[in-house]
């Protein structure tokens, strides 16, 4: 059975829609290459749009009733909101988490050096990464450099025009007839990510050699007030200079780096603060950090802080105790929001053209994700899968279902049996992304808005089973 490409289903006032939501999203991805910086937005939007602090609330001891909205901001790098609804908070949540890391080159602790007149930076790279792809374009440093004073020092270098950019080089051609032999894994190596910063020698206060390193510590001491050991605690990300654009003469696709998984995080965050008066079920958006490294720390989807935050939340909106929190988790229903492999006719054999996500044709839902026979997936129950089709196609939203590619080729993962620990029912439901985890990925406009509106309709309409 072949779903209808999406596109179809509009006029021009709906294009018009469509094209509105794209260029609001492009705007959040510019703005948002960290998951701080996705962090930082969020918070604004909710502050904005009348959500109030969790902890404020707790604080205050205020009971939280019914249309009451809340946010929390979990170490400047997860994000929760709630909504709270008119049913009692026992009989579970609709859930939408997505995550906001994504693969990127992290600075290391100690990472300055200089060699041949040249200064630079050691990277460590996160996540899944082809380390070829890295190199040989202009790249951006965002981050934080937090000081013994306690003080936070953030920087974004390299988005503004009138900002430098920064570089990895790759081998001339002329020179490269032994590198040409290497497999792909090894054409570029993780200690050969080395950021070039800097080219101009000076000369470091009575010192007789001039240093092009002493050079660079000079402006980041003038210009930002940090030293040489700030890197000892600081989080910098190098990431692929640019904006978002339009792809394709008739721009139906968006070229950007971080589609995975803000693709999913935007619209997900966006349904939460656009629902319209009180929900019939407390609703839920989760942004979560670490899931590109296996959703690891304090700020990943394997911590507890989720379970703490919705522990702390449930005791103001009336569900005391373990056994409460308890049924509010196992009792609830989530969209793990993440992306899907996009069918590629360039490596058709790649995939199983009935079970694969193409661009253009909605919201893509994996049933399962894992490898070797489904390990480490989640694998959705058929009887929630029902549900989700029947308010789905109730809507007009257009879906299509997936796995991440043909059986034994390698395979993947989400959040999605993190949350599903807590009994709950949980099913992975993203976008298609063509070129997954490279510096620029590309999506379809109308997969993203169907992904909103998949969104919007599941927390208005998904029920207990
Ligand atoms: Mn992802
Ligand atoms: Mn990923």
């Not at 440093?141 to 306690?150: N, P, R, S, T």
């Amino acid at each position: 059975m072949e779903r209808k490409n999406a596109w179809a289903k509009y006029d021009e006032a709906g294009m018009e829609k469509i094209e509105a939501f794209a260029k609001k999203y492009c705007a959040f991805l510019d703005h948002g290459k960290t998951e701080r910086e996705c962090v930082a937005q969020a918070v604004k939007a909710a502050q904005d749009a009348g959500f109030m602090d969790l902890r404020q609330a707790t604080k205050e001891g205020r009971q939280l009733v019914a249309g009451d909205r809340v946010y929390v901001n979990w170490m400047n790098k997860s994000f929760m909101s709630f909504i709270v609804g008119r049913e009692p908070l026992e009989t579970g949540m609709n859930i939408l988490g997505a995550h906001i890391d994504s693969p990127r080159l992290d600075v290391k602790q100690n990472p300055l050096y200089e060699e041949a007149d040249l200064a630079y930076l050691d990277t460590h790279y996160y996540g899944g990464i082809k380390k070829y792809q890295w190199v040989a374009q202009p790249l951006a440093l965002h981050g934080v450099l937090c000081k013994k004073d306690g003080s936070t020092v953030t920087v974004a270098i390299g988005e503004d025009a009138a900002d430098p950019v920064f570089y990895i080089t790759d081998l001339l051609p002329h020179l490269a007839q032994e590198q040409m032999t290497k497999t792909a894994a090894k054409v570029i190596e993780g200690e050969e990510l080395n950021l070039v910063i800097g080219g101009m020698p000076v000369k470091d206060g009575d010192e007789d050699k001039a240093s092009v390193t002493a050079g660079v510590l000079a402006i980041l001491k003038d210009r930002y007030g940090v030293e040489e050991e700030d890197f000892l605690s600081a989080e910098l990300e190098i990431v692929p200079a640019g904006k978002a654009r339009d792809v394709g003469f008739d721009r139906s696709m968006i070229i950007s780096y971080g589609h995975d998984d803000r693709v999913c995080a935007y619209p997900s965050m966006q349904a939460v603060l656009d629902f319209e008066g009180v929900p019939a079920y407390t609703v839920c958006a989760i942004l979560t950090d670490k899931e590109e490294i296996g959703s690891v720390g304090a700020t990943g989807m394997n911590s507890r802080f989720f379970e703490n935050v919705v522990a702390e939340f449930a005791d103001l909106a009336g569900a005391k105790g373990d056994l409460a929190l308890r049924r509010v988790l196992a009792n609830s229903r989530m969209l793990s929001s993440d992306v899907s492999a996009g069918f590629d006719p360039n490596f058709a054999g790649a995939f199983e053209k009935k079970n694969a996500a193409f661009l253009g044709r909605g919201v893509c839902f994996n049933k399962y994700t894992g490898s070797r026979g489904k390990s480490g997936s989640n694998d959705a129950n058929a009887e929630y899968v029902a549900q989700l089709r029947r308010i789905l196609d109730d809507a007009d939203v257009a879906f299509q279902t997936c796995e991440l590619g043909r059986v034994d080729l390698g395979g993947g993962g989400t959040i999605a049996y993190m949350c599903a620990k807590y009994g709950m029912n949980v099913i992975d439901a993203g976008v298609a992304v063509l070129s997954m985890h490279a510096p620029y990925e590309v999506i379809s406009k109308v997969d993203l808005y169907e992904a909103y509106r998949c969104y919007c309709t599941f927390l208005k309409d998904a029920k207990p089973l």
